[in-house]
């Protein structure tokens, strides 16, 4: 990370909260939040995809048809990858937490 840094004494730095900071911080979260939601994103679109073409062969033109499949999907994206996405939350909480000491010194 590029912090800008600022020398209390010799053996000792401090990362002050710049507008760099602040915009890494705004991006890991983004970054972690689209992470997350990826899986099921992916998925719905899919199910999506398939359930349009499949209406437009058969020509049925039901809106809610797609609204089962893509609850069905989301839910066994979630029970398949869970476990890794509850991983990466946590791993980004705490990375957060471990080093918000060093963000918020004067």
Known sequence: MDFNR????????????TEE??????QDAIRTTALIAAPMLIGALVIGLIISVLQAVTQI???TL??????IVIFVVII????????VMSH???????????????
């Open 6 to 17: 600022g020398l209390i004494s010799e053996e000792f730095w401090v990362i002050y909260m």
């Open 61 to 63: 033109n039901e809106a």
């Open 21 to 26: 900071l602040v915009i890494r911080l705004g």
């Open 92 to 106: 980004y909480t705490i990375e957060l937490y471990e080093n918000i000491s060093m963000f918020v010194r004067e």
């Open 66 to 71: 797609t609204f089962i499949p893509k609850m």
């Open 80 to 87: 398949v990858a869970g476990p890794w996405m509850l991983d």
